[in-house]
């Protein structure tokens, strides 16, 4: 098993067979110890914060399979907080996928003086390139097509994943009286088909919940999944 990278929640490792193994980390991203799924530092550590994440990666994952859609995992295991999972190509660099559905984080902080806090958005996606120098700057379709990070009919259907999987997200929250804000996905290329599948998790770790209008904490979150 060999360590291909050390990322600010999840070390990557190589295994033998050609698979790739995700070591879930108790670190969260934030800043000044105040946990934001959309910073690009680690802001604090949160004990249990791994293994409740990879928890519910592994539920979401299943629902997911459920219904069809194509992610790379293959295996969890919650003692040792790792997951196996195919191997795949991230688009270009790295991107992540933004589902929003209401309007809050750096959405705000962008367009504050057209849109309230807190106020309804309809699916709202969005494309961001992963560069923490950068500060994960938005990109759109035409840019990414130009640039040759993806092609149009690759966008389309990072779109349409994204808000089937939002809103399967979406539905298993609210039957718990759980509101989804915001949810960042990833997606890479099947390294063996070149099929579009959701990559790294679905957890409390990148995602915003809200009930009666509290913010919900990523351990919280996952005591109220699953009790």
Known sequence: MKRIYEGKTKDVYE???GTIQLK??????GEDGVF???ANTVGLTIEGAGRAGLRMTEYFFGKLAEAGVPTHFIAADLDNQTMNVRK???FGKGLEV????RAVGSFLRRYG???EEGQALDAFVEVTIKDDERQDPPISKDALVELGILDAREYDTLKQLTKQIS???KVELADRGLELYDIKLEFGRDAETGDILLID???GGNMRVYKDGEYIEPLQLEQLLFG
């Open 88 to 90: 795949a190509d991230v």
């Open 167 to 169: 809103g399967i997200v």
């Open 15 to 17: 295994l033998e067979d």
């Open 113 to 115: 003086a057209y849109a």
């Open 201 to 203: 998790e679905i957890s």
């Open 24 to 29: 879930f980390k108790d670190d969260v991203t």
């Open 36 to 38: 934001d799924p959309g």
């Open 98 to 101: 933004i589902c929003r559905y």
